[in-house]
């Protein structure tokens, strides 16, 4: 893991075309806006998580085999 420091106002570049760059600083919340290309999804960990698990259920072999009985 790469640990950079920043102040308001400043950014960092990733692969040539996302950057993000810090909003806002109160207290132990950092804003950070992320400006890149909209094929790229961007998402918060619990959310991309919680996507995982959703997609790892719905490709659950045992449920597509309920659904063929269904069939």
Do not use: C, F, H, W
Not at 19 to 48: F, N
């Amino acid at each position: 893991m790469l640990a950079l420091s920043r102040k308001k106002n400043e950014a960092i570049i990733i692969n040539n075309n996302i950057e993000i760059t810090v909003l806002d600083i109160r207290g132990d919340q950092i804003k950070l806006g992320i400006s890149a290309p909209k094929e790229i999804p961007i998402y918060r960990k619990e959310v991309y998580i919680q996507i995982q698990n959703e997609n790892k259920e719905a490709t659950d072999v045992a449920g597509i085999e309920e659904l063929k009985k269904l069939l």
